[in-house]
Nanobody, 115 residues
Framework: QVQLVESGGGLVQPGGSLRLSCAASRSIFGINAMGWYRQAPGKQRELVAT???????SYTDSVKGRFTISRDLTKNTVYLQMNSLKPEDTAVYYC?????????WGQGTQVTVSS
């Protein structure tokens, strides 16, 4: 099991940037996948980006070229750099750690994109 704590959300204008952080309670080295998900009001939770244990990244189409997932293994932290934010990016963003016997979530951080 791993505890995850997200931070970095907030209110930003369209076109702005935010960097989300996900701090893990233990080493994330070797975890199959760390991911960022989001859930907008009235919508299902969707996968935004993942980074595998080997460092391979993937993104949902709507954020490609705007969002970047990264990690710092020395700090047990995963990041989501979000640029060129749009109102449709407004959601609660959740961090996830997934492995064979692992599927843990953080409490979420609110991102609101509005003028």
């Amino acid at each position: 099991q791993v505890q995850l704590v997200e931070s970095g959300g907030g209110l930003v204008q369209p076109g702005g940037s935010l960097r989300l952080s996900c701090a893990a309670s233990r080493s994330i080295f070797g975890i199959n996948a760390m991911g960022w998900y989001r859930q907008a009001p009235g919508k299902q939770r969707e996968l935004v980006a993942t980074i595998t244990g080997g460092g391979t990244t993937s993104y949902t189409d709507s954020v490609k070229g705007r969002f970047t997932i990264s990690r710092d293994l020395t700090k047990n932290t995963v990041y989501l750099q979000m640029n060129s934010l749009k109102p449709e990016d407004t959601a609660v963003y959740y961090c996830n750690a997934r492995d064979v016997l692992l599927n843990d979530w953080g409490q979420g951080t609110q991102v609101t994109v509005s003028s």
